[in-house]
């Protein structure tokens, strides 16, 4: 069983790879506590341009009201499919080289993007039910703990997670031992700054805390998994990935396998 009870957090070489030497350590101790915290990966410059393009294209869905396409994952908090197009289409996102590296180490070669989304709690919302993503694989339960990683969630904040705007609270450890409840303990709730990265893994009892500010609080999603897992549970109402054959064809030769399995119609 796992001793972690913090999340482990370490400062980046400001967007430049970690040094290939710390790998093995990094990975060590994410798999201890399932999740961890990056700090400075982009620029804050470069997150609020990102914030801005979020904010013109999908201030839409910031109503306290249902939507067809997008799922309502707790009171006021949606979960909304981002199109990879414009600055999302952007490989300093979709395959950081700072962050990519240890999300390969940690799901192997054979990775894609299974999902591009952004969780978005509007002012008021309440603390979220602490719950996994998904189920366990092959719902074996006694088997999973024993089990590496095969679903990582990259969070990206698109502004500061913190008691204000609401953040995520987490259990680490808690992918170590099999329950139907999260374990009986206060979570961790981290302050994550515009420009730093959370990466979970799937099997961490987590859930989303209140938003107090008066904005919405926008975090993306990127969800990378091992080829052979689909996410079956969170997307029977909107795309996991949407990318049309232009923003295909802007995709960098040596990227595409990320997302060869969503490939569009005539790319
Ligand atoms: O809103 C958050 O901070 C967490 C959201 C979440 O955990 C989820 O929707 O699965």
Not at 2 to 17: H, W
Not at 229 to 251: C, G, H, Y
Request: aromatic residues 10%; glycine residues 6%.
């Amino acid at each position: 069983m796992s001793g972690a009870i913090e999340i482990p957090r370490i400062r980046t070489p400001g967007g430049a790879v970690i040094p290939e030497v710390l790998h093995g350590e990094i990975v060590h101790r994410f798999a201890d506590a399932g999740v961890m915290i990056f700090d400075d990966v982009w620029p804050v410059s470069q997150i609020a341009d990102l914030h801005a393009a979020y904010s013109a294209t999908y201030m839409y869905y910031h109503q306290d009201r249902e939507f067809a396409d997008a799922l309502a994952v707790g009171d006021k908090r949606k979960m909304i499919t981002i199109a990879i197009e414009g600055r999302f289409n952007d490989p300093d996102i979709f395959a950081n080289p700072t962050m990519f590296p240890i999300i390969r180490k940690l799901l192997g070669d054979d990775v894609i993007l299974g999902s591009f989304v952004s969780v978005t709690s509007l002012p008021g919302s309440l603390d979220q039910k602490p719950h996994l993503d998904m189920p366990l694989l092959f719902e074996a339960e006694g088997m999973s703990p024993e089990l590496p990683s095969h679903s990582l969630t990259l969070v990206i904040p698109l502004v500061d997670m913190n008691a204000t705007n609401g953040t995520t609270a987490f259990f680490p450890g808690s992918h170590k031992v099999v329950a139907d409840e999260p374990p009986d303990r206060a979570p961790v709730a981290p302050d994550v700054l515009v420009g730093s990265a959370l990466l979970f893994d799937a099997r961490v009892w987590h859930g989303g805390t209140p938003n107090r500010s008066t904005a919405p609080r926008p975090v993306l999603y990127s969800t990378y998994q091992r080829s052979w897992f689909r996410d079956t549970v969170n997307f029977l109402s909107q795309s996991p990935l949407v990318m049309d054959a232009t923003e295909w064809a802007k995709i960098p030769e040596q990227h595409r396998f990320l997302f060869d399995w969503a490939r569009p119609p005539q790319a």
